[in-house]
């Protein structure tokens, strides 16, 4: 789970990079802290390769620096994807128009609660909009950037827009793949869906997007920044959601209640059981 405004996490945050500058420091390595104001964890740069990307290093979009691009982005005119509604193209609903259920998740493609989400719980979902079960409305925001410094949840937004222009069926595999276990990036590691070379190497392993130049070159051009954008402002519309993954059936949260938040079902069949308690038959 990853909170918006939370004390606990933070605290948690700078305990796990504490506990990394102590293993760094065994091994001789040199380390240093890069701390940026009003930022909720500190990164590492660790020599020998394995510096972490920051706030900077963004590269969607040809000309400037990642923080120039994406300030640009904000104000710019959204390109909505095909396969979108609603003002800006920021709705986006996946499924049978006609299914009387409606499943909405808030999720960040850097948050690990919602990595831990989409692998135990993701072909679930995906296995119940086929079905008719629900359609699912996905509102996905880019807060963890601020919070962990980068541009990656911003970047990999943008990179899921050119794939919802392919077909619904290509963002929810592509968001499968950027959440899986092998390519999710580690949250105290590099920002690596900064790197579009990256989120193109993940998109090879879905096959309407492997190797279809349209879809590469608009991660490259950063068609979808804008939209990325204003995908992230309609997010932070929803002022009740406080934590990432968020899952509301029929407007009802799923999960157990904690003193950080809601936490999403970590199983499918936890997820399926509140989904039959919650249903409209």
Wanted: glycine letters at 8%; a positive charge; aromatic letters at 6%.
């Amino acid at each position: 789970m990853s909170n918006r405004n939370s004390q606990a996490n933070k605290q948690a945050a700078r305990e796990r990079l504490r506990a990394e500058r102590e293993r760094q420091a065994k091994k001789e390595l040199t380390r240093r802290q890069l701390i940026v104001a009003g930022s909720v964890v500190a990164v590492l740069a660790v020599a020998g390769g394995i510096g972490l990307a920051v706030a900077n290093s963004g590269d969607s979009g040809s000309g400037g620096s990642g923080a120039d691009v994406w300030a640009k982005a904000a104000k710019a005119k959204p390109v909505p994807p095909a396969n979108t509604s609603g003002p800006n193209g920021t709705t986006v609903v996946v499924g049978k128009s006609d299914a009387k259920n409606s499943l909405e998740l808030f999720e960040d493609p850097r948050c690990p609660g919602c990595a831990a989400f989409e692998q135990n719980v993701g072909a679930t979902v995906e296995k119940d909009i086929s079905a008719g079960t629900y359609k699912a409305t996905y509102h996905l925001g880019t807060f963890l950037d601020n919070n962990l410094q980068g541009t990656g949840s911003k970047n990999a937004l943008s990179a899921l827009g050119a794939a919802l222009n392919v077909s619904p069926d290509a963002f929810l595999k592509y968001k499968y793949a950027l959440y899986s276990k092998e390519f999710h990036p580690d949250e105290t590691g590099p920002d690596k869906f900064a790197d579009d070379s990256y989120l193109i190497k993940v998109a090879d392993t879905v096959p309407a997007l492997k190797g279809n130049a349209a879809f590469q070159k608009a991660v490259k051009d950063g068609t979808y920044n804008a939209w990325a954008m204003a995908m992230s402002k309609e997010f932070d519309s929803h002022k009740d959601v406080h934590s990432t993954p968020t899952i509301k059936l029929n407007g009802k949260v799923l999960g157990t209640e904690t003193a950080q938040g809601p936490v999403a079902p970590s199983s499918a069949a936890d997820f399926s059981a509140q989904v039959e308690k919650n249903l409209k038959k």
